[in-house]
């Protein structure tokens, strides 16, 4: 018999909040963290980004711990975890595994020549000391589905019976790094992003953490997580493919897997990052599996595209989302721009959420597919 | 002119890392990105790049890039009439 | 779940200028810089394939091992699917150094989106996915040593559940001139016992 495993606790921290509760309310009246920065540090003219305050950061750190030498990352993910960690109460031995997701870690340490700094399981062992893990950590570092990636390999861990709870954390930082980067790929909106719109022209990059807790343990279950695959499209290294055939297998195996047809999915957290070629991969992978008529949004609008974080950080809102029974306005998206019909989610609106979908996509043609069922 | 294309050319097998290929095979007309030299949209990017390092171009609109690197000629015609270094 | 056997088709180790499979040296060169033993390898491969030349020294590693194992393996018309698990240690280091070097002088601010792109691990994952046509699962884990314990479980656990029929694994390590690749597929039929004993000896040769 397979075991179930569902997500029982989440957490985040974002611009627009330092918990789920205040996410939701700001997301409610759609207010976005994505604002006008300028910062000569990180890019050499003002830029759209959704980026934490420091102050805020510093001061809400200050009330879990005076230990000092965190860096900027460590702390937005110390803060993600401390919550869902005390709440939980689950103990720290052998049975219990700690995930992190990232793409880029401590990537500002090479600012200074730290290369020391920036390994990522250096950044998995300075968490993992800090609340006293047991098990080695294990870091899940694939381009942007990393965040829902993480879900799934705790999934398939405790499953396969090698754990039994599973603590993910999911986070990257803003940094000159990733700022120059996508901007040398012209990826970067000079305004902010507008998912699945016609004059749709890039990304606005942010940064958050998200913090999930994994666990066959159906008591305190938020969500099940019923399907998952991650299928490669085998096409190019950092465009989708044309047809979306990775997206379409990876959302097809989900189904199968949580044993659903596609007409049973009653919300899609898609990827959305407002690149004309990613919002129109989707856009083709949804119709060819008959998804064009499910409410879908972007969460991007709010948070822009915090790499790493993403996948995790919108599965905690779209969880949220099924909770509530409630469906968020895609934000920024104005009028459609991709060449398939697909339904954008165009003000917050209840609805019915029994299953939903949630699809990430990212650099080496990777993408993921989890299928979440409410519990009742 | 001639020294001009043959110095884009050059630039072109190094910057793109092009193994395998001389100055001497890539012809002015020939097609640089699709059949020809196969180029894709990374090397697009590289190429925008190159010509604000090389020749102080800055490209202000990147669909430009379409046009201007159609072949070596149509970047040496535009990089002569545009070049600030 | 189907718990049946699993075992090590084939291997390969690259390190020191040396390409090891299925326990044997295959091709050597003299002491000489990764760039010039990898062109070479790639020469002895006697693959047709430019866009090598493009990726960064951590993806040339990657597809290099990965060409050795699965040259035989997979014939790029049929549909399979040979999952790819991967892991090191030092992620895509050696390559975000070179990026941040492209980005640190403002008087010479010149990023390169050839070497950005190369700026995450799973890159490799991608090369290796196009050239042979792999649409199949794939994830990138970064590990502070090899974990042959992680990487048994896991390939298991996919094979298992039917998310692949076939795992090639990998522990690509790049970082400054120094490197190891441990590659290895895993399938339910071969010579040797896919196990974490059996795993460590192969990577310690």
Known sequence: MIKEVYITETNCITPIGFDVASNIKNIRNAVSGIQLHDKPKLFNAPFYASIINDSDLDLAFAKVTSTENYSRLEKMMILALEPIIKKSKVLFNERTVFILSTTKGNVTALETENVGSAYLNQLAKTIAVFFGFKTEPIVVSNACVSGILAVSVAKRLIQAELYDNAFIVAGDEVSNFIVSGFNSFQAMSDLPCKPYSINRNGVTLGEATAAVLVSSNKEKAKIKIAGDSSINDANHISGPSRTGEGLYRSIQKALAEAKINANQIDYISAHGTATPFNDEMEAIALNRLGLENVPVNSLKGFYGHTLGASGLLETVISIQSALENKLFVSLGFDEIGVSQPITIIQKNEDATIQYFLKTASGFGGCNTAVVFEKVN | MEALKQELKSKIIEVLNLEDVAVADINDNDALFGDGLGLDSIDALELIVMLDKDYGIKLVDPKEGKVIFKSIETMAAYIDENRVK | ?205
């Open chain 3, 1 to 205: 779940m189907t718990a049946d056997k699993k075992y090590i088709k084939s291997f390969c180790i690259i390190q020191n200028n040396q390409v090891w499979l299925n326990g044997e040296v295959v091709f050597e060169t003299e002491p000489t810089v990764f760039s010039d033993f990898s062109k070479k390898t790639y020469q002895f491969l006697e693959m047709n394939y430019p866009k090598f030349f493009k990726m960064d020294n951590l993806s040339k590693l990657a597809f290099l091992g990965s060409e050795l194992l699965l040259k035989t393996e997979s014939n790029s018309l049929e549909e399979n699917s040979t999952a790819l698990v991967f892991a090191n240690k030092s992620s895509s280091l050696d390559t975000d150094v070179k990026y941040q070097n492209s980005i640190s002088d403002p008087e010479n601010y010149y990023p390169s989106p050839a070497v950005f792109v190369y700026t995450l691990p799973n890159i490799c994952l991608g090369e290796i996915s196009i050239r042979h046509q792999l649409k199949s699962e794939n994830s990138f884990f970064i590990f502070a040593n090899y974990n042959p314990v992680f990487m048994e479980k896991y390939s298991n656990i996919l094979l298992e559940t039917e998310k692949a029929d076939k795992v090639l694994c990998g522990w690509v390590e790049y970082y400054n001139e120094d490197y190891k690749a441990f590659l290895y597929l895993v399938d339910r039929e071969g010579e040797l016992e896919h196990n974490q004993e059996i795993l460590k000896k192969l990577y310690n040769k």
